[in-house]
């Protein structure tokens, strides 16, 4: 329910800030989020008037795959929004088989004015897996940072940060979903003005363009793993030093 919540927060937030943006969530079912798809289903109307639109993969790499279209809204012309942030999700050995697609997506970059998570359902025990699982290494070999919320607070405080370092930074983030918290509950604030996200002084270099640390029309892969590992990353650090996210 609060991963379902996280993304009309998102859109609130951003048409409160003069933005006119968009959603889009895919993923693959499963548990430990084996009732993520079922909550979104619920809240079809609702997403909908929040131009909000949730699309099931055929698996977990098509969905990452269109996911990753998503941040090219605003690159070519005739975008009818400023941006769409994304959400994909899937569990442990889902983001297993999707490290190709996270490795691409995540050196092409994100639009300034969208943002992606990626939310991994991770089963440390097996308790519904056929082999115990846990996305932090694919994540980090892909370059992609990673936020590990503790309780259902967490589930909407670092997905709000974590699409607002997804713009600023350029790179996909991870959101590390243990199943002890997305099966658990509690009570949550829900506020258009919390959690405060501060956006650091952090200019990229002069070199890059004008896109900055963001996706572009056209790119080399030997200059966005240089931006990827020399620059975003450093955007990723500069972020995390200015907000509570540690």
């Known amino acids: 329910q609060a991963l379902a919540r996280l993304p009309l927060l998102l859109q609130e937030r951003d048409k409160a800030n003069g933005l006119n943006t968009g959603g889009f969530i895919s993923g693959y079912r499963g548990s430990p989020l084996g009732r993520y798809d079922m909550e979104l289903w619920a809240q079809k109307e609702r997403l909908a008037a929040h131009n909000i639109r949730f699309l099931p993969g055929v698996n977990e790499d ?13 690159v070519f012309p005739g975008a009818k929004v400023d941006g769409v942030f994304g959400i994909w999700y899937g569990k442990g050995p889902g983001v297993d088989r999707t490290g190709d697609v996270f490795r691409h997506a995540n050196s092409a970059g994100t639009h300034k004015h969208g943002g992606v998570l990626a ?3 991770d089963d440390h025990g097996a308790k519904s897996s056929t082999i115990a699982n846990f996305s932090d290494e694919i994540f980090i070999a892909t370059g992609i940072p990673v936020l ?10 670092f997905g709000l940060y974590g699409i607002a370092l997804s713009r600023f930074s350029g790179c996909w983030v991870g959101i590390k979903v243990h199943n002890d918290v997305v099966e658990g509950g509690g009570s949550v604030r829900i506020s258009p003005t919390e959690p405060h996200i501060t956006i650091p002084d952090h200019s990229p270099a002069a070199h890059l363009g004008p896109a900055g640390f963001n996706t572009r029309l056209m790119d080399n892969p030997l200059i966005m793993e240089d931006r990827l590992y020399n620059h975003k990353l450093d955007a990723v650090t500069a972020f995390a030093r200015a907000n509570p996210i540690n």
């Open 148 to 157: 590990y919320p503790s309780n259902t607070q967490d589930l909407i405080d």
């Open 119 to 121: 939310l991994a359902g």
């Open 62 to 74: 098509l969905a990452a795959t269109m996911v990753a279209g998503t941040q090219y809204v605003g």
